[in-house]
C-alpha cells in the first residue's frame, strides 16, 4: 500500500520549498500567496538501509523501496472554506491522503512575507483548523438531513450513520476535529470512511525553522508552543528547516552525509517527515529478496500474513498456503538464508500469522 501525505499551511509557510525539497519535482516556490494553485504531487522513495545489505546477500539486480507520495495544496486563508482565496479548489485535492502534514512558520524573516502579518505559529495553525473544520462540517450537513428521515422511518443503516453524523456535528460545531470522536464498530468506521473528512485524519505538524536553530528546534520558543499543543491534541511535531532539506536535495549521498554531520543531525527532514508519517498511520514494512529484486513493502502493523501476501498480488492472497518468515536482524546475524535455516530462524507461519516490521518473507501459494 502506498502512503499519501498531503502538505496543507497558509500561504508562505515553506510547503512548496518543503515540497521541492523533498521531491526534487521542481514545484514553483514564490514570496507571495497563491503561488500553488493546482496541487503539486512528488513521489519519493522511502529510505530502507536494509534493502542494500539483502541486495548484497541475495545478489539481487535491482532494489525497489517502497514509496511516499505527497501532495503540496494552495496555500489556505481565513474564509477559504467560505470562497475566500482559493476557496474550495483545495478541498477535494486532499479528502483523499492518508495524513495532513500541516506546514507551520517558526522562523522570522522580513523578506518574507507573511499573509496575516506577523509570526504567531498558534494563530496560523488555528485558522488552518477551523477552516477544514466548517468544510467537514458542510459536509456533515449536506447528509444529516436525509439520515435523520431514513433513521426515523427505521432503516438499520441509516441509523447508525445518523447517530455517528450526530455526535461528528456536535464535535465539529464544537470547534474539535473528527478523530476527536470515537467510533463505536465496524459499521460506523465504514461510515467516516465513506465521509471522507478531512479533520479525521491524522496530523503532523512540520514547524519550519530558521537554519541556525536546526540542531536544536525545541528551544526556539514557537517550536515549543506548537509541540505543547500537539502533545494535548495527540498529534506530532516534526522540525525542520525547508531551506537546508532544498540544500540537501542539490547534494549526493556523501555530500549529504557530511552536511548532516556538520549541522548535528541523524537524518534529514525527508526521513523524519517518513518516519514519523510511518508512526501516525501504524505503518511497517516487510521484506522480499531474491535474485531478481530486494524490495519493501508497506503494510498496516496487525496485518496477517495472506493479507500481506496480497499486497504483492491478490493471487497469493487467495491462494496462500504459509510463509516463510526470518526476521532481518537474524538473517544478518547469520549471514546468510541458508545458515539462518541452519540456525533455526526461519519459520514457517500459517495463516493467523500477523506480520512483524522487517520479516523477510517467502510466501508459498498456490491458485
Not at 538473517?331 to 540456525?343: F, H, I, N, P
Request: aromatic share 6%; net charge negative.
Amino acid at each position: 500500500m502506498g502512503l499519501s501525505i498531503g502538505i496543507v499551511g497558509l500561504p508562505n509557510v515553506g510547503k512548496s520549498t518543503l515540497f521541492n525539497a523533498i521531491t526534487r519535482a521542481g514545484a514553483e516556490a514564490a514570496n507571495y500567496p497563491f503561488c500553488t494553485i493546482e496541487p503539486n504531487v512528488g513521489v519519493v522513495d522511502v529510505p530502507d538501509a536494509r534493502l542494500p545489505v539483502l541486495a548484497k546477500m541475495f545478489n539481487s539486480a535491482r532494489i525497489v523501496p517502497t514509496s511516499i507520495k505527497f501532495i503540496d495544496i494552495a496555500g489556505i486563508v481565513k474564509g477559504a472554506s467560505k470562497g475566500e482565496g482559493l476557496g474550495n479548489k483545495f478541498l477535494h485535492h486532499i479528502r483523499e491522503v492518508d495524513a495532513i502534514a500541516h506546514v507551520v512558520r517558526c522562523f522570522e524573516d522580513p523578506n518574507v512575507t507573511h499573509v496575516s502579518g506577523r509570526v504567531d505559529p498558534l494563530s496560523d495553525i488555528e485558522v488552518i483548523n477551523l477552516e477544514l473544520i466548517l468544510a467537514d462540517l458542510e459536509t456533515i450537513e449536506r447528509r444529516y438531513e436525509r439520515s435523520a428521515k431514513a433513521a426515523k422511518a427505521g432503516v438499520k443503516e441509516a441509523q447508525v450513520e445518523h447517530g455517528l453524523l450526530s455526535r461528528l456535528k456536535e464535535a465539529l460545531e464544537a470547534g474539535l476535529p473528527a478523530r476527536s470522536v470515537a467510533i463505536e464498530g465496524d459499521e460506523e468506521a465504514r461510515v467516516l470512511r465513506d465521509l471522507h473528512l478531512i479533520t479525521a485524519k491524522p496530523v503532523m505538524y512540520i514547524a519550519n525553522v530558521a537554519e541556525e536553530h536546526v540542531a536544536n528546534p525545541f528551544a526556539v520558543p514557537y517550536v515549543a508552543q506548537v509541540k505543547e499543543l500537539a502533545d494535548r491534541e495527540g498529534s506530532e511535531v516534526v522540525p525542520i528547516s525547508a531551506r537546508i532539506e532544498s540544500e540537501l536535495a542539490e547534494m549526493d549521498d556523501e555530500e549529504r552525509a557530511a552536511f548532516l554531520a556538520d549541522l548535528g543531525l541523524a537524518e534529514s527532514g525527508l526521513d523524519r517527515v517518513i518516519r514519523h508519517g510511518y508512526h501516525l498511520l501504524n505503518l511497517i514494512s516487510f521484506l522480499t529478496a531474491g535474485e531478481t529484486e530486494a524490495r519493501a513493502w508497506t503494510i498496516r502493523r496487525g496485518t496477517k500474513a495472506p493479507q500481506a501476501a496480497g499486497v504483492i498480488h491478490s493471487d497469493m492472497e487467495r491462494g496462500f498456503i504459509r510463509a516463510e518468515v526470518v526476521s532481518y536482524d537474524d538473517l544478518v546475524t547469520a549471514g546468510s538464508m541458508a545458515a539462518a535455516r541452519e540456525a533455526g530462524k526461519v519459520r514457517l507461519e500459517g495463516k493467523d500469522y500477523v506480520m512483524q516490521d522487517g520479516d523477510v518473507v517467502t510466501f508459498r501459494f498456490n491458485v
